[in-house]
C-alpha cells in the first residue's frame, strides 16, 4: 500500500514538475509575444498617424492650390485683356506669391515680364530680356527658360495635351517656381506665367495654421532638417506639389511616447514573468528535490528489504544449524557444544535485535510510536545494558570499558527505548570495528547543553571510522554509507535513525565525531526531564551505581 503511494507520489511530483517546465516555456513565449504585440500596436498607432498627417497634407495642397490657381487665371486673363507692361492690381493674391513672371508666345523675341510684389498689393513690373547673361543673374528666370518653358512650348504643337498645368521647380534659396498655361483651346494667345512663392509666407499661412489646429503628433520639418532626420524618422509626407521640401512627420514626443509605452510594458511583462518563473522554478526546485528524495528513499527502501532478508536469514540459518548439530548429539566436547550454545545465543539476540528495530521503526514511521517515561537510574540502565554484551566482547577481542561517573542525575526517560538506543551505538562500535584495533567505550557522564542539565552517553571505538560526506546522513532511514568496508557487514540502516528519533523524543541530543579509519564517537545527551515528559508511576526502577568498570 505505502509503496504503491510511493509510486504516485513520485510520478505526481514527476508530472507536477513537465507541467511546470511547460509552464514556464509558455510563460517566456506568452512575454515575448505581448512584447511584440506591443511593439506592433505602437507601431500601428504612428502608422495611424500618418494617415492623418495624409489628410492635413491633402488639406493644406488643396487650398493652397486653389488659391494660386485662382490667382494665375487672374493674371493671365487681365494680361490676355490688357497691356501687360502695366502694373496688375487684384484683390487679395496669396500671401505667399512674390514674383510673377509672364512668356507672351505672340512676341517674336524671348521676353519675360517680370511683377516683383512690394507693400501690400503693390507689384512693381521689369521687362527681362533673356539673353545669356540675364539667365545667369536670376536663378528664377534660368530656371523657367530652362525647365518650365521648352515643356510648354513643346506642347503648343499639339496644345490639346495642354489645359491648366503647373511645373515646380526648387531652386537654392527655397522658393518655387510655378508655370501656368491657361487658354490652351483657343490656339490663339498662349498665356504662360510663373509664379514664385516665398516659403516663409507659405509656412506661416498655409501650414502653421493647420498644423496648430489640434493635431498632436504632426510636425513640419524644415528642408535645413529633413536631410538630417530622413533616416531617423519613421515617415514623413512632402507638402508635394507646391512645397516638395516641406514634411509632414511624427513629433519626437509622440515617437518618444510610444517608445516609452514599449519599454514600460516591456519591463512590466518581463518583470511579471520572472516572478511567475522564479515562483515556478521555486516550486520546481523544491518538487525536484521531493523527487530526489523519494527517489533515494525508494532506493534505500529496496536495499532495505534486501539487507533485511539477509539479516533475517544469516542468523536463522545459524541457528538451525548449530542446533541441529547440538541435537544430534555428535558435538565431542564441552568446549564446543558451550561455542555452539554462544553461537545460538548471539545469533537470537541479533534476531531480536533487528526485530526490535524492524518493529518501532514502523511505529514510527507510522506515527504511532509512545515513550513512556518514567525516572531511571541512568547509570543501572547502561551498565546493565553493557553487562549484556561483554561476554560477546571478550569472546570477539575486543578491549572494553565502561566509564560511570558519579553524580549522575536520576532521568525521566523511557527505559527500553534508551537501551535499545544504547544498544544499537554498542552493536554498530562492534560491528564497524577495525581487526587492528578492536576496541569498545562506554562512557556516561553529567553534562550541561544549552542551558540543561543531563547526561551524556558516549560511544567510543577505534574502527573503520567515517567519511566526513557521510555524517550528515547516517541517522536518515535506511542511510548505509557507500562503502565497501560498510557493505561487507551486515545491516539495513535503521539502527542509527532510530537512535536519532529516540533521542529527540527525549529532547536530546545526538552527534558523532569520527575519523576514517582512527574510530568514531557517538554521543547522546539525555536532559533530565524532557519537555514533552508526564512521568508515569514506576515499581520496578534499576539500582543506581555510581562507579567506573573495565
Ligand atoms: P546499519 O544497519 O547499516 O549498521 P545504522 O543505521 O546503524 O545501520 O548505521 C548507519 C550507517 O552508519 C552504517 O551503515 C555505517 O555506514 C555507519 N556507522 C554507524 N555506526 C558506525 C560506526 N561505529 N563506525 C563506522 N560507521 C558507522
Known amino acids: 500500500m505505502r509503496d504503491k503511494d510511493h509510486r504516485w507520489r513520485t510520478a505526481w511530483t514527476f508530472g507536477g514538475i513537465v507541467v511546470i517546465g511547460a509552464a514556464l516555456v509558455i510563460a517566456a513565449a506568452g512575454t515575448v509575444l505581448a512584447i511584440q504585440q506591443t511593439q506592433s500596436l505602437a507601431r500601428l498607432r504612428i502608422a495611424d498617424l500618418r494617415e492623418e498627417a495624409q489628410l492635413l497634407r491633402n488639406d493644406i495642397q488643396g487650398k493652397a492650390m486653389t488659391r494660386l490657381q485662382r490667382f494665375l487665371e487672374r493674371v493671365a486673363s487681365n494680361l490676355r485683356s490688357s497691356d501687360s507692361t502695366k502694373p496688375f492690381v ?175 510594458q516591456t519591463i512590466m511583462f518581463v518583470v511579471g514573468t520572472l516572478l511567475v518563473m522564479g515562483a515556478l522554478v521555486a516550486v520546481m526546485w523544491a518538487m525536484w528535490r521531493v523527487l530526489q528524495r523519494e527517489l533515494a528513499l525508494s532506493r534505500m527502501k529496496q536495499a532495505f528489504v534486501a539487507d533485511v532478508s539477509h539479516e ?46 524492524i518493529l518501532d521503526f514502523s511505529r514510527i514511521d507510522a506515527g504511532k510510536k509512545r515513550y513512556t517515561f518514567q525516572p531511571t537510574k541512568i547509570a543501572a540502565l547502561v551498565r546493565e545494558t553493557y553487562e549484556a554484551y561483554k561476554a560477546q566482547l571478550d569472546h570477539d577481542g575486543f578491549e572494553h570499558q ?56 558516549s560511544v567510543s571505538d577505534r574502527g573503520i571510522g567515517i567519511r566526513p560526506e557521510d555524517r550528515n546522513r547516517l541517522f536518515t532511514d535506511f542511510y548505509r554509507a557507500n562503502d565497501e568496508r560498510v557493505r561487507a557487514r551486515r545491516g539495513a540502516g535503521l539502527g542509527l535513525a532510530l537512535v536519532k528519533h529516540i533521542v529527540e523524543g527525549h529532547d536530546g541530543i545526538v552527534d558523532v565525531e569520527s575519523r576514517l579509519v582512527k574510530g568514531s564517537i557517538f554521543r547522546v545527551f539525555l536532559p533530565v526531564q524532557p519537555d514533552s515528559a508526564t512521568p508515569q508511576p514506576h515499581f520496578n526502577n534499576l539500582a543506581d551505581e555510581s562507579d567506573s568498570t573495565v
Open 90 to 264: 487684384y484683390a487679395r493674391p496669396p500671401e505667399w506669391i512674390s514674383e510673377v513672371y509672364h512668356y507672351d508666345t505672340d512676341q517674336p523675341h524671348f521676353v519675360l515680364d517680370r511683377w516683383r510684389r512690394g507693400t501690400g498689393e503693390e507689384w512693381a513690373h521689369s521687362l527681362l530680356r533673356l539673353d545669356p547673361d540675364a539667365l545667369h543673374a536670376d536663378p528664377a528666370t534660368t530656371a523657367i527658360v530652362t525647365h518650365l518653358l521648352p515643356p510648354f512650348l513643346a506642347a503648343q504643337l499639339n496644345p490639346r495635351h495642354v489645359a491648366v498645368q503647373f511645373i515646380v521647380d526648387v531652386l537654392d534659396d527655397g522658393p518655387l517656381v510655378i508655370a501656368y498655361m491657361a487658354d490652351s483651346q483657343t490656339l490663339r494667345r498662349q498665356t504662360i506665367v510663373a509664379a514664385r512663392l516665398d516659403l516663409v509666407q507659405f509656412m506661416e499661412h498655409e501650414v502653421r495654421a493647420a498644423l496648430s489646429a489640434g493635431r498632436i503628433g504632426v510636425r513640419l520639418v524644415l528642408p535645413a532638417e529633413s536631410s538630417t532626420l530622413r533616416r531617423e524618422l519613421p515617415w514623413h509626407e512632402d507638402l508635394s506639389p507646391i512645397a516638395p521640401m516641406l514634411w509632414l512627420s511624427p513629433t519626437a514626443e509622440f515617437i518618444n511616447g510610444q517608445h516609452r509605452v514599449i519599454w514600460r
Open 312 to 357: 533475517l536469514k544469516t542468523p536463522l540459518a545459524l541457528i538451525r544449524l548449530f542446533g541441529e548439530t547440538l541435537l544430534s548429539g555428535r558435538v565431542p566436547t564441552e568446549e564446543k557444544k558451550r561455542e555452539y550454545y554462544e553461537i545460538i545465543t548471539r545469533e537470537s539476540n541479533r534476531l531480536t535485535n533487528l526485530i526490535n528495530n
Open 402 to 457: 565502561l566509564i560511570v561517573a558519579e553524580g549522575l542525575p536520576e532521568i525521566i526517560c523511557d527505559r527500553d527505548a534508551v537501551a535499545q538506543a544504547l544498544i544499537n551505538l554498542i552493536n554498530n562500535a562492534m560491528k564497524y570495528h577495525d581487526d587492528s584495533d578492536k576496541f569498545l567505550g562506554v562512557d556516561v557522564a553529567p553534562e550541561t547543553r544549552r542551558g540543561r542539565h543531563g547526561v551524556l552517553i
